[in-house]
């Protein structure tokens, strides 16, 4: 069971690209890296899933070095509303059962 | 739009009282997911559903039961609550075979009195 570390909390200024760094040293070979927002009284969301390299959606990147013992969330230019807690969580996406545990996440605090 | 439902956001409840939260997801997952979260710990998984009948225990599961009927509906119970178990709790689903949940509810706050 891959175990994630991330900072606890970082604040940013409005407009500011933010990278999140989550450390997942012992990630296995079929284990794939997965992003998650949460605002308070809401469930979190999805934003973006990865294996290898780089992958980009509407709302983020993900970079993923060669080793995927560590990944990063990259926000470009962040908002006022991107104030939430971001989580990691590894695991894979077949091959059947598998318990995956969420980190505790860092709390993203953008600045006007 | 995809939905994950949770039946109450608010309950209060007492010591000792069987309590039933209820979820269900209109996306035909397989996967359906109970977790409670707590200030300074994060979400930590109490059950998980992979099938209809079919059960695996997550990280905390002591205290706690779950139902899975129909694919749509997963119900957490709580055979005597206790007031160590309020807190929020989330449900989510995913599909295929793939264990990230990809769809959360928006979660119940459970105090139990």
């Known amino acids: 069971l891959a175990k994630t570390t991330q900072p606890i909390s970082m604040d940013s200024y409005e407009g500011q690209e933010v990278n999140i760094t989550c450390s997942h040293n012992n990630i296995a070979t079929n284990d794939y890296i997965t992003w998650y927002q949460q605002f308070p009284s809401q469930g979190p969301r999805f934003i973006i899933q990865g294996y290898k390299t780089k992958v980009t959606n509407e709302v983020a990147s993900l970079f993923i070095p060669a080793d995927r013992k560590s990944s990063t969330l990259s926000l470009p230019r962040v908002s006022l509303s991107d104030t939430a807690v971001y989580y990691c969580?590894?695991?894979?996406?077949?091959?059947?059962?598998?318990?995956?545990?969420f980190g505790t996440g860092t709390k993203l605090q953008v600045i006007p | 739009d995809v939905k994950v439902t949770q039946s109450s956001r608010y309950l209060v409840k007492r010591t000792g009282e069987k309590v039933f939260l209820e979820c269900v997801q209109d996306?035909?997952?397989?996967?359906m997911f109970w977790y409670r979260q707590d200030p300074g710990l994060g979400l930590r998984l109490i059950y998980f559903?992979?099938?209809?009948?079919?059960?695996e225990k997550g990280d905390i599961p002591e205290g706690y039961s779950v139902s899975r009927e129909k694919k749509e509906r997963f119900s957490l119970i709580l055979e005597s609550a206790s007031t160590s178990q309020t807190s929020m709790y989330l449900c989510a689903s995913s599909g295929g075979q793939g264990l990230q949940p990809q769809h959360f509810g928006d979660g119940t706050r459970l105090s139990i009195l």
């Open positions: 969580l590894v695991g894979r996406n077949s091959g059947g059962y598998q318990k995956v545990t």
């Open positions: 996306m035909d997952h397989e996967n």
């Open positions: 559903s992979y099938d209809v009948k079919m059960k």
